[in-house]
């Protein structure tokens, strides 16, 4: 999903949830970059990687309903 930085920052300093959705989808990427590096997952690990991929993908699936409410709403 490629958002418009303007609409990104707009968004962010009008809605605080979109605002910690976003600081939690960026801390759940870096989280499955860092398990992606390791060489083996243990099955824990791989477990953990499925879960935190699927919180990401919820949260992302929010940020994208409050941006479509967000440019729908009138400005």
Known sequence: MEID???LEKVQG???EFKKLY???LDLK???EELNKMNFLTPEQELEKKTVQKQKLKGKDRMIEIIEQFQASPS
Do not use: D, F, I
Request: charged fraction near 35%.
């Open 23 to 25: 600081q939690e989808h």
């Open 30 to 32: 870096h989280r499955v």
């Open 14 to 16: 009008e809605n605080e």
């Open 5 to 7: 930085p303007t609409l």
